[in-house]
Structure formats: C-alpha cells, structure tokens
C-alpha cells in the first residue's frame, strides 16, 4: 500500500496532500507558469494555497479593457477608482512589510488613464507608481514592465541603482537626465517604446549597463544621436522611428548579431561604423528610405556572417549586388526603384519578393541549395512579362522545393484583377521546359477573377513549373465560387492536349470560419 495513503472505509483511500507539504519557493515557482488570475484563484484551495496566492513573486496589475463593438477601438471597461489603487498599495506595502521577493512587477494602464475616479489626481497615481517601483528595487526585481500613459510620469531615480533588474520595459514614460552614477549591473534588455529620453542620459545608460544585449528604442524622442560605445556587449539592436530628420547612429561595438533599424527620411543614410565592426551581425533588417546603392555597396561586404537579409521600401535603391557565401534568406519588400539585383549566395534557402511585379528589373539568383521562391504581387503583374521573369528567377536555382504566389490587392487597390498570358508573345525566346518542383502554393485574398484570368493563371504558371502538389489558400467570405472555377480549370488542363497532365486527385479541403473572413485550404496532387 502507497505509505502516502491510509484506509479509512473499506474500498477507499484518504490521500495525503504532499503538494501542499512543498516550501514556498516551489509553489511560487510552480503558480508563476500561471497567469495573474488564475494564480490568484489557487486561494480558494486551501489557507496553504491562500497564502501562496498572496506572496507570488510575479505582481502584475493589469487594467483590462473590453471591445464594446465591431471597430477595432478598446474602451476601459471602468474607471481606475480609488479602490482599485488602494487594493494595489496595500499588497505591495505587504511585500514591503515582510521583505518579500519581487521577480516580476508589471504595471499596465489603459490609454485613456484621465477617465481616473474623481476622487484620484494624477500627482497621487505618480507618487504611488513611485513607491511601488522602491519597494521592488529593494526586494530584488528582476524584471519591471511599466506603462502609465497620458500622466507625464517620470521613472524614479532609485531604479537606476537597481542591482538585480535584469528586463526593463518602458512604455509613454520619460527618462530625465539624473546626474549620478548608474547601477544596473544585471541589465541585460532594455525596451522603449513611446517613451522621452535626454540624449546624454540614454547614451549613460547603454554604456554604463555592460550585460546589456537587447537594447530596443522604437518612437521614442528628445535625442538625436544614439551611441553603441566598443565596451558595449549589445547582441540584438533594434531602433524604430526615433531619429530626427539629422539624427546619427554611431556603431563602435562588434558583438551585433540583428540589426533591425527604420527610419521616414530620404535624404541621407544616418549610421556610421568602422570597418570590421558588423563581421559578427547575422540578421540585417532595413526599412529606410536614405539608402542608396552606395551606401549598402560599402556595408554588404563587411557582413561576412550574414544570414538574413531584408529590405523594405529601400526605394532609392537601383542596382544591388548581393554575394554571401552564409546568406540563407533574402526579403525584398516594395523597393520600387530596383532595376537590377544580382545575388550569389550558394546557401540561400528562401528568396521573397513583394511588390510590383516589374518585367523591366532584371533580378539574377544562383544558389546550390534547395530553395523556397515566394512572390507577393498583385495579379496585373502577372502578364507574359511577368511569368517569364518567374521562370528566370527559378533557372538560377539548382533546386526549387517550392514557389508561393500571394496575389493581394492590399497595397494597389487601383490595378485591375486580370491575368494575361500568351506564350507566343516571347516569341523565339526560350528557357527550357517548365521546372519540377515538389509544391506550388496559390495564396489568393479577396480576389474575384474571371474565369479568363484563371485560365491565363494556370497556363503561366504551369509554363513555369510542373508541381507534385498544388496547395490554395482562399480568404474570401464566398470562396465556393472560386474554388468551383479552379477546379474547372484544372479539369480542363487535365484533358486539353497543351499540357501533359494526366490527372488530379480528390482534393482535401480543410475549412475554417475567422470572425472576419472565411479561410479555405484546398491540397491537390498532380500527376503529369
């Protein structure tokens, strides 16, 4: 018999309750897998458990807010009364009180924080937010996610002497220069979002925190120069719309392995470096319009680890040349200005284009791994011109294991929905026979195309490729329709004597209702 367990009437067992037996800091760590509510419902098991509930190292005092219709806006459900800050100082003066642990403290009020109880000044909810913030940096907080919005509110200067903070997230807060030193030596991620920051106090906390290794600024503002001193040891650096129009990015460390910056201007290319400093970066993310063919021209070489690489509305880019013998991933996103792209890169694994389905750019792939091709355009690019730049784009390519065609009209709601193609239009030019892939993927999004585009549809991209499976995607509210015109199509292909397949098995559809559209997919198989 379990030694756990005693027979009190004959065929049952009064189990004893170990997990309740277990110190306190297991069942703080077994509840903190949990979300704040239902932690907190483990109070009702037991005055054990009632107890546990109330000393859980994770605080989070998150404002809830509701949908009150089918517009994408958020209300706050309620006021922030004066109830709800008084339940919140009591708990954290109990942390106070018996010297509790504070992993995690986590403040998140909603945007609309005037609609405050009349009884609540936004002086008193700052003075409380800085209390609280004292008594989690004296207890130890690894981890601080703060967002107090529409209050002007200032972080206090005791948390930049807060030794164990190892996450700090900040959201509509402001930073003001505090003239002392600053100890954050477990620091290791810093995020800003929407938040003021004095130039020389942000650049004083990048370089006084040396754990720092994720280091995010997005919409922030009151700098223009930000500063990665060599002594940093900043691995992931991501910088979002908070320059101004003469703003620098000063890199002197070479520990970045991602790089993500954006920026709105088109005048010039803001970040300066060293030469050898980006030997380490492995993923390179670009959304800025000052880059020119020049500037990455001198960068590109210098990133001998690259293994991503994505530009995005690059647009004074004309003629790039890409070759990596690391790169494995190549996004180009609405860089409308390119002409000619070459790129060698015999480890590329996946190349995406999105954008304007241009026959006048010329874009040249080589690469000896098996690679996934995948084109995002709208479905008046893809005329003659347009399929025989598809076909090029996949000779370059020793194996294609998939193309993925999303025709959208998200981005040019003024183009129309027709396809036309002629393979007499190329007249004497020719590329060989159509490539055999393993699987073509159709994603369509509310496109309502004849039967003539289908048709034209099917042709080009069968003059393109042979696939062993041909998978749709439909987001439509109605895509019966659509799906009974494809499948028409192909049933025609099937018993025309222009291609030769054979036939097409029963297909496999898998529906699925979302709240805002219908979304289908349908698997193929083809036997040519």
Same mark, same amino acid.
């Given at each position: 018999?379990?030694?756990?367990c005693?027979e009190?009437?004959?065929?049952?067992?009064?189990?004893?309750?170990r997990?309740?037996d277990?110190p306190?800091?297991?069942l703080?760590?077994?509840?903190?897998?949990?979300?704040?509510?239902?932690?907190?419902?483990?109070?009702?098991?037991?005055?054990r458990?009632?107890h546990?509930?109330g000393?859980?190292?994770?605080?989070?005092f998150?404002?809830?807010?509701k949908?009150?219709?089918?517009?994408?806006?958020?209300?706050?459900?309620?006021?922030?009364?004066?109830?709800?800050?008084e339940?919140?100082?009591?708990?954290?003066?109990?942390?106070?009180k018996d010297?509790?642990?504070?992993?995690?403290?986590?403040?998140?009020?909603?945007?609309?924080?005037?609609?405050?109880?009349?009884n609540?000044?936004k002086?008193?909810?700052?003075?409380?937010v800085?209390e609280?913030?004292r008594?989690?940096?004296r207890n130890?907080?690894?981890?601080?996610?703060l967002?107090?919005?529409?209050i002007?509110?200032?972080l206090p200067?005791?948390?930049?002497?807060?030794?164990?903070?190892?996450?700090?997230y900040?959201m509509?807060?402001?930073?003001?220069?505090?003239?002392?030193?600053?100890?954050?030596?477990s620091?290791?991620?810093l995020?800003?979002?929407?938040?003021?920051?004095?130039?020389?106090?942000l650049n004083?906390i990048?370089s006084?925190?040396?754990?720092?290794?994720?280091?995010s600024?997005?919409?922030?503002?009151?700098?223009?120069?930000?500063v990665i001193?060599?002594?940093?040891?900043?691995?992931?650096?991501?910088?979002?719309?908070?320059?101004? $129009?003469?703003?620098?990015?000063? +890199?002197e /460390?070479?520990?970045?392995?991602?790089?993500?910056?954006s #920026?709105? &201007? %088109?005048?010039?290319?803001?970040?300066?470096?060293?030469?050898g400093?980006?030997?380490?970066?492995?993923?390179?993310?670009?959304?800025s319009?000052?880059i020119?063919?020049?500037?990455?021209g001198?960068l590109l070489?210098?990133l001998?680890?690259?293994?991503?690489l994505?530009?995005f509305?690059?647009r004074?880019?004309?003629?790039?040349?890409?070759?990596?013998v690391?790169?494995?991933k190549?996004?180009?996103?609405?860089?409308h200005?390119?002409?000619?792209?070459t790129?060698?890169?015999?480890?590329?694994t996946?190349f995406?284009?999105?954008?304007?389905f241009?026959?006048?750019?010329?874009?040249?792939?080589?690469?000896?791994?098996?690679?996934l091709?995948?084109?995002h355009?709208?479905?008046?690019?893809?005329d003659?011109?347009?399929?025989f730049?598809? $076909?090029?784009l996949m000779?370059? +390519?020793? /194996?294609?294991?998939?193309?993925?065609?999303?025709?959208? #009209?998200d &981005? %040019?709601?003024?183009?129309p929905?027709?396809?036309?193609?002629?393979?007499?239009?190329?007249?004497?030019?020719?590329?060989?026979?159509?490539?055999?892939?393993?699987?073509?993927?159709l994603?369509?999004?509310?496109?309502?195309?004849?039967r003539?585009?289908?048709?034209?549809f099917?042709?080009?991209l069968f003059?393109t490729?042979?696939?062993?499976?041909?998978s749709?995607q439909?987001?439509?509210?109605?895509p019966?329709l659509?799906?009974?015109?494809?499948?028409s199509?192909?049933?025609?292909?099937?018993n025309?004597?222009?291609?030769?397949?054979?036939?097409i098995e029963?297909?496999d559809?898998n529906c699925?209702?979302?709240?805002?559209?219908?979304?289908v997919?349908?698997?193929?198989?083809l036997h040519?």
């Amino acid at each position: 018999m379990n030694p756990d367990c005693e027979e009190t009437i004959p065929g049952q067992l009064n189990t004893v309750d170990r997990l309740s037996d277990l110190p306190d800091f297991i069942l703080h760590d077994i509840i903190s897998y949990l979300g704040t509510r239902e932690a907190y419902r483990t109070c009702i098991l037991s005055k054990r458990w009632a107890h546990i509930s109330g000393t859980n190292p994770i605080i989070e005092f998150h404002y809830y807010c509701k949908k009150v219709n089918s517009s994408a806006r958020y209300w706050p459900s309620k006021k922030v009364s004066a109830r709800l800050l008084e339940y919140m100082d009591t708990r954290m003066q109990r942390y106070d009180k018996d010297k509790l642990r504070v992993r995690t403290l986590s403040f998140r009020f909603p945007d609309y924080i005037y609609l405050l109880d009349s009884n609540i000044k936004k002086l008193e909810l700052s003075s409380k937010v800085d209390e609280w913030i004292r008594i989690a940096v004296r207890n130890q907080v690894a981890k601080l996610d703060l967002d107090v919005p529409n209050i002007n509110y200032q972080l206090p200067a005791i948390l930049l002497s807060a030794k164990s903070l190892r996450e700090l997230y900040c959201m509509n807060v402001k930073i003001p220069y505090y003239n002392g030193a600053i100890n954050l030596a477990s620091l290791q991620t810093l995020e800003l979002l929407y938040v003021g920051v004095e130039e020389r106090m942000l650049n004083h906390i990048i370089s006084s925190c040396l754990l720092l290794k994720c280091l995010s600024v997005k919409f922030c503002f009151g700098f223009k120069t930000i500063v990665i001193p060599c002594c940093s040891q900043v691995k992931e650096l991501t910088l979002k719309y908070s320059l101004p $129009k003469n703003g620098t990015i000063i +890199l002197e /460390s070479s520990y970045l392995t991602c790089f993500q910056f954006s #920026d709105s &201007y %088109d005048d010039r290319w803001p970040i300066m470096l060293k030469p050898g400093l980006l030997r380490n970066l492995r993923t390179l993310d670009l959304f800025s319009s000052g880059i020119t063919d020049g500037d990455l021209g001198k960068l590109l070489p210098e990133l001998a680890s690259l293994e991503t690489l994505h530009l995005f509305h690059c647009r004074r880019l004309t003629m790039i040349r890409i070759s990596n013998v690391q790169l494995k991933k190549i996004y180009l996103d609405d860089c409308h200005g390119l002409l000619y792209v070459t790129i060698d890169a015999p480890s590329l694994t996946k190349f995406k284009y999105k954008g304007d389905f241009d026959p006048d750019c010329i874009i040249t792939i080589s690469s000896q791994a098996s690679c996934l091709l995948s084109v995002h355009t709208i479905p008046y690019c893809l005329d003659t011109p347009g399929f025989f730049k598809l $076909k090029q784009l996949m000779t370059g +390519l020793r /194996s294609c294991n998939a193309l993925k065609i999303w025709l959208s #009209d998200d &981005y %040019d709601e003024s183009g129309p929905d027709d396809i036309k193609f002629d393979e007499e239009e190329l007249g004497d030019v020719n590329l060989g026979p159509p490539r055999d892939i393993r699987e073509l993927k159709l994603s369509l999004y509310d496109q309502n195309l004849s039967r003539s585009s289908v048709s034209a549809f099917l042709n080009g991209l069968f003059w393109t490729c042979r696939p062993d499976i041909i998978s749709f995607q439909f987001f439509f509210h109605e895509p019966d329709l659509m799906i009974q015109l494809f499948m028409s199509e192909l049933e025609d292909m099937a018993n025309c004597w222009g291609h030769p397949l054979k036939r097409i098995e029963s297909p496999d559809a898998n529906c699925s209702n979302t709240l805002e559209s219908k979304k289908v997919d349908l698997q193929l198989r083809l036997h040519w």
